[in-house]
């Protein structure tokens, strides 16, 4: 059964409507990802969102009116609910035929679908129960008030126990199963530092061609799709540097995505630790998208919030094939401090100027520690 989805975002005040427009188009563009589609976008300005329903009980009244000619299955809030909020617009909705979601189950449905390795279904998975354990204390708090007082026990307090403790238990052995892949990756680290060997990592927004610029520059053969999050696992191939004859590694692995849920990012700490080690970052930017600037912000917050702010960065403008018009020169100027590069992956175009400004940096980083070496034997 196909998904037919009603997107309901709660924004400022203060925000444009080009930005709340946005906001929603990207949420289209994950449902579609799933594999859903969108039959209604609905944005609603509002200094606070509502206390028990996020949107309030005009406004979930005005929509699932609207759906008796939409015929939707599903309610997608473009926020995180909180357990309370989730829990009354559920009871509310399933009357109607309506299941409701909120941004981070979907982003969660959608890395489900796509995850092939065990550790990144393993990760998963722990985000999901992260997300869904404070449900289950709204749920039960919920339900001992229905019953008379915060004092009430019951068979619902009963079972709701049961299954928080039995999800207390399976994310303890989820994690234990996790230490063992962040141990081997973690080693394979180490041995590249012991034959060392330097290391780049792509990062980007979600959909910005990271693993078509993958694929260009060392034909690793990964797979690319004109989807968010096509990319789960990190992929590492080989890039030759051919003025100093030298082999540096190239990884890439999830893209970011804003108010990407921190359970995530938290979950999917050993698949990062390649960002996290490598000795240059090399940030893909959709050059072709009117908010690359926004999107850049999104993934300098993140970097930030994994405390990697030093690193050795440069900017790589992406699918330049695709725009016409753009002043180079005053981009180049505005990001002068990230060696901007402009590239496309797809026709192979700046791709020799991105591999010279790589191994400078490389060279770079190997002329240090030979200085530095030089200082400690003197």
Request: hydrophobic share 40%.
């Amino acid at each position: 059964m196909q998904h037919k989805a009603i997107l309901v975002d709660v924004i400022p005040p203060n925000l444009s409507k080009e930005a709340g427009l946005q906001r929603l188009n990207e949420l289209e563009s994950l449902v579609k990802t799933f594999g859903g589609i969108a039959v209604v976008k609905v944005v609603q300005k509002k200094s606070m969102p509502d206390y028990k329903t996020y949107i309030g009980s005009g406004k979930l009244k005005e929509v699932l009116d609207e759906n008796n000619k939409t015929k939707a299955n599903l309610l997608i809030i473009n926020n995180l609910l909180k357990p309370m909020q989730n829990y009354n617009l559920n009871e509310i909705c399933k009357k109607e035929g309506v299941e409701v979601w909120d941004r981070v189950d979907l982003i969660l449905k959608i890395f489900d679908k796509h995850a092939k390795s065990i550790e990144a279904k393993l990760q998963i998975e722990l985000a999901a129960i992260r997300h869904m354990g404070p449900r289950i204390y709204g749920m039960g708090l919920e339900l001992t008030r229905q019953a008379g007082g915060i004092g009430t026990r019951g068979i619902g307090e009963t079972n709701l126990q049961i299954m928080k403790r039995h999800l207390r238990r399976r994310e303890q052995k989820i994690k234990e199963k996790l230490k063992h892949y962040d141990l081997v990756q973690a080693n394979h680290r180490k041995q590249r530092r012991n034959k060392d060997l330097k290391t780049v990592s792509l990062v980007g927004y979600t959909n910005a061609g990271k693993s078509t610029l993958l694929n260009t520059i060392t034909k690793k053969g990964v797979y690319v799709a004109n989807k968010l999050f096509a990319t789960l696992e990190t992929t590492v191939g080989q890039l030759y540097l051919p003025v100093s004859e030298k082999i540096a590694l190239l990884s890439d692995t999830i893209g970011f995505i804003q108010d990407l849920p921190p359970d995530l990012i938290d979950a999917f700490k050993s698949t990062l630790g390649e960002i996290i080690d490598a000795d240059l970052l090399l940030h893909v930017i959709d050059i072709s998208d009117p908010l690359y600037e926004s999107k850049i912000k999104v993934v300098e917050n993140i970097l930030s919030d994994l405390d990697i702010v030093d690193k050795p960065k440069i900017y790589v403008f992406n699918k330049f094939d695709l725009t016409s018009g753009i002043d180079t020169k005053e981009i180049g100027n505005n990001f002068s401090d990230f060696s901007p590069v402009f590239v496309s992956a797809e026709t192979k175009s700046g791709i020799d100027v991105l591999i010279q400004k790589v191994e400078n940096v490389i060279n770079s980083l190997y002329e240090d520690k030979l200085n530095g070496y030089s200082e400690c034997t003197n």
